[in-house]
Nanobody, 124 residues
């Protein structure tokens, strides 16, 4: 069973940048599509970005296109989310998720494994 551990969250001023990391364990990481989602207090968990396991294709929420970049390093079993030009509206707990042999989907129900989340706070 895969385990996912996020890191890299913190407090940043609006306009700043953060890079989140998600380290996976288990032998299925390289054949798993990976996604990032976020959840603000009192709101639903929203899709942020996803990356395929095989062809490098990516998928982004409209709200983060041009500002966020998802990437992966299969040799390190790690997926990254580079977040630039952060806005107060980006503040949330960020979760990574994995689905074996899956597509880089935006629907959270498609994912099998989830991390515990990392908090991102953006001050205005």
């Amino acid at each position: 069973q895969a385990q996912l551990v996020e890191s890299g969250g913190g407090l940043v001023q609006a306009g700043g940048s953060l890079r989140l990391s998600c380290a996976g364990s288990g032998r299925t990481f390289s054949t798993s599509a990976m996604g990032w989602f976020r959840q603000a207090p009192g709101k639903e968990r929203d899709f942020v970005a996803a990356i395929s396991w095989n062809d490098g294709s990516t998928n982004y929420a409209d709200s983060v296109k041009g500002r966020f970049t998802i990437s992966r390093d299969n040799a390190k079993n790690t997926v990254y989310l580079q977040m630039n030009t952060l806005e107060p509206e980006d503040a949330a707990v960020y979760y990574c998720a994995a689905v074996r042999w899956g597509r880089p989907a935006s629907d959270p129900s498609r994912y099998e494994y989830w991390g515990q989340g990392t908090q991102v706070t953006v001050s205005s």
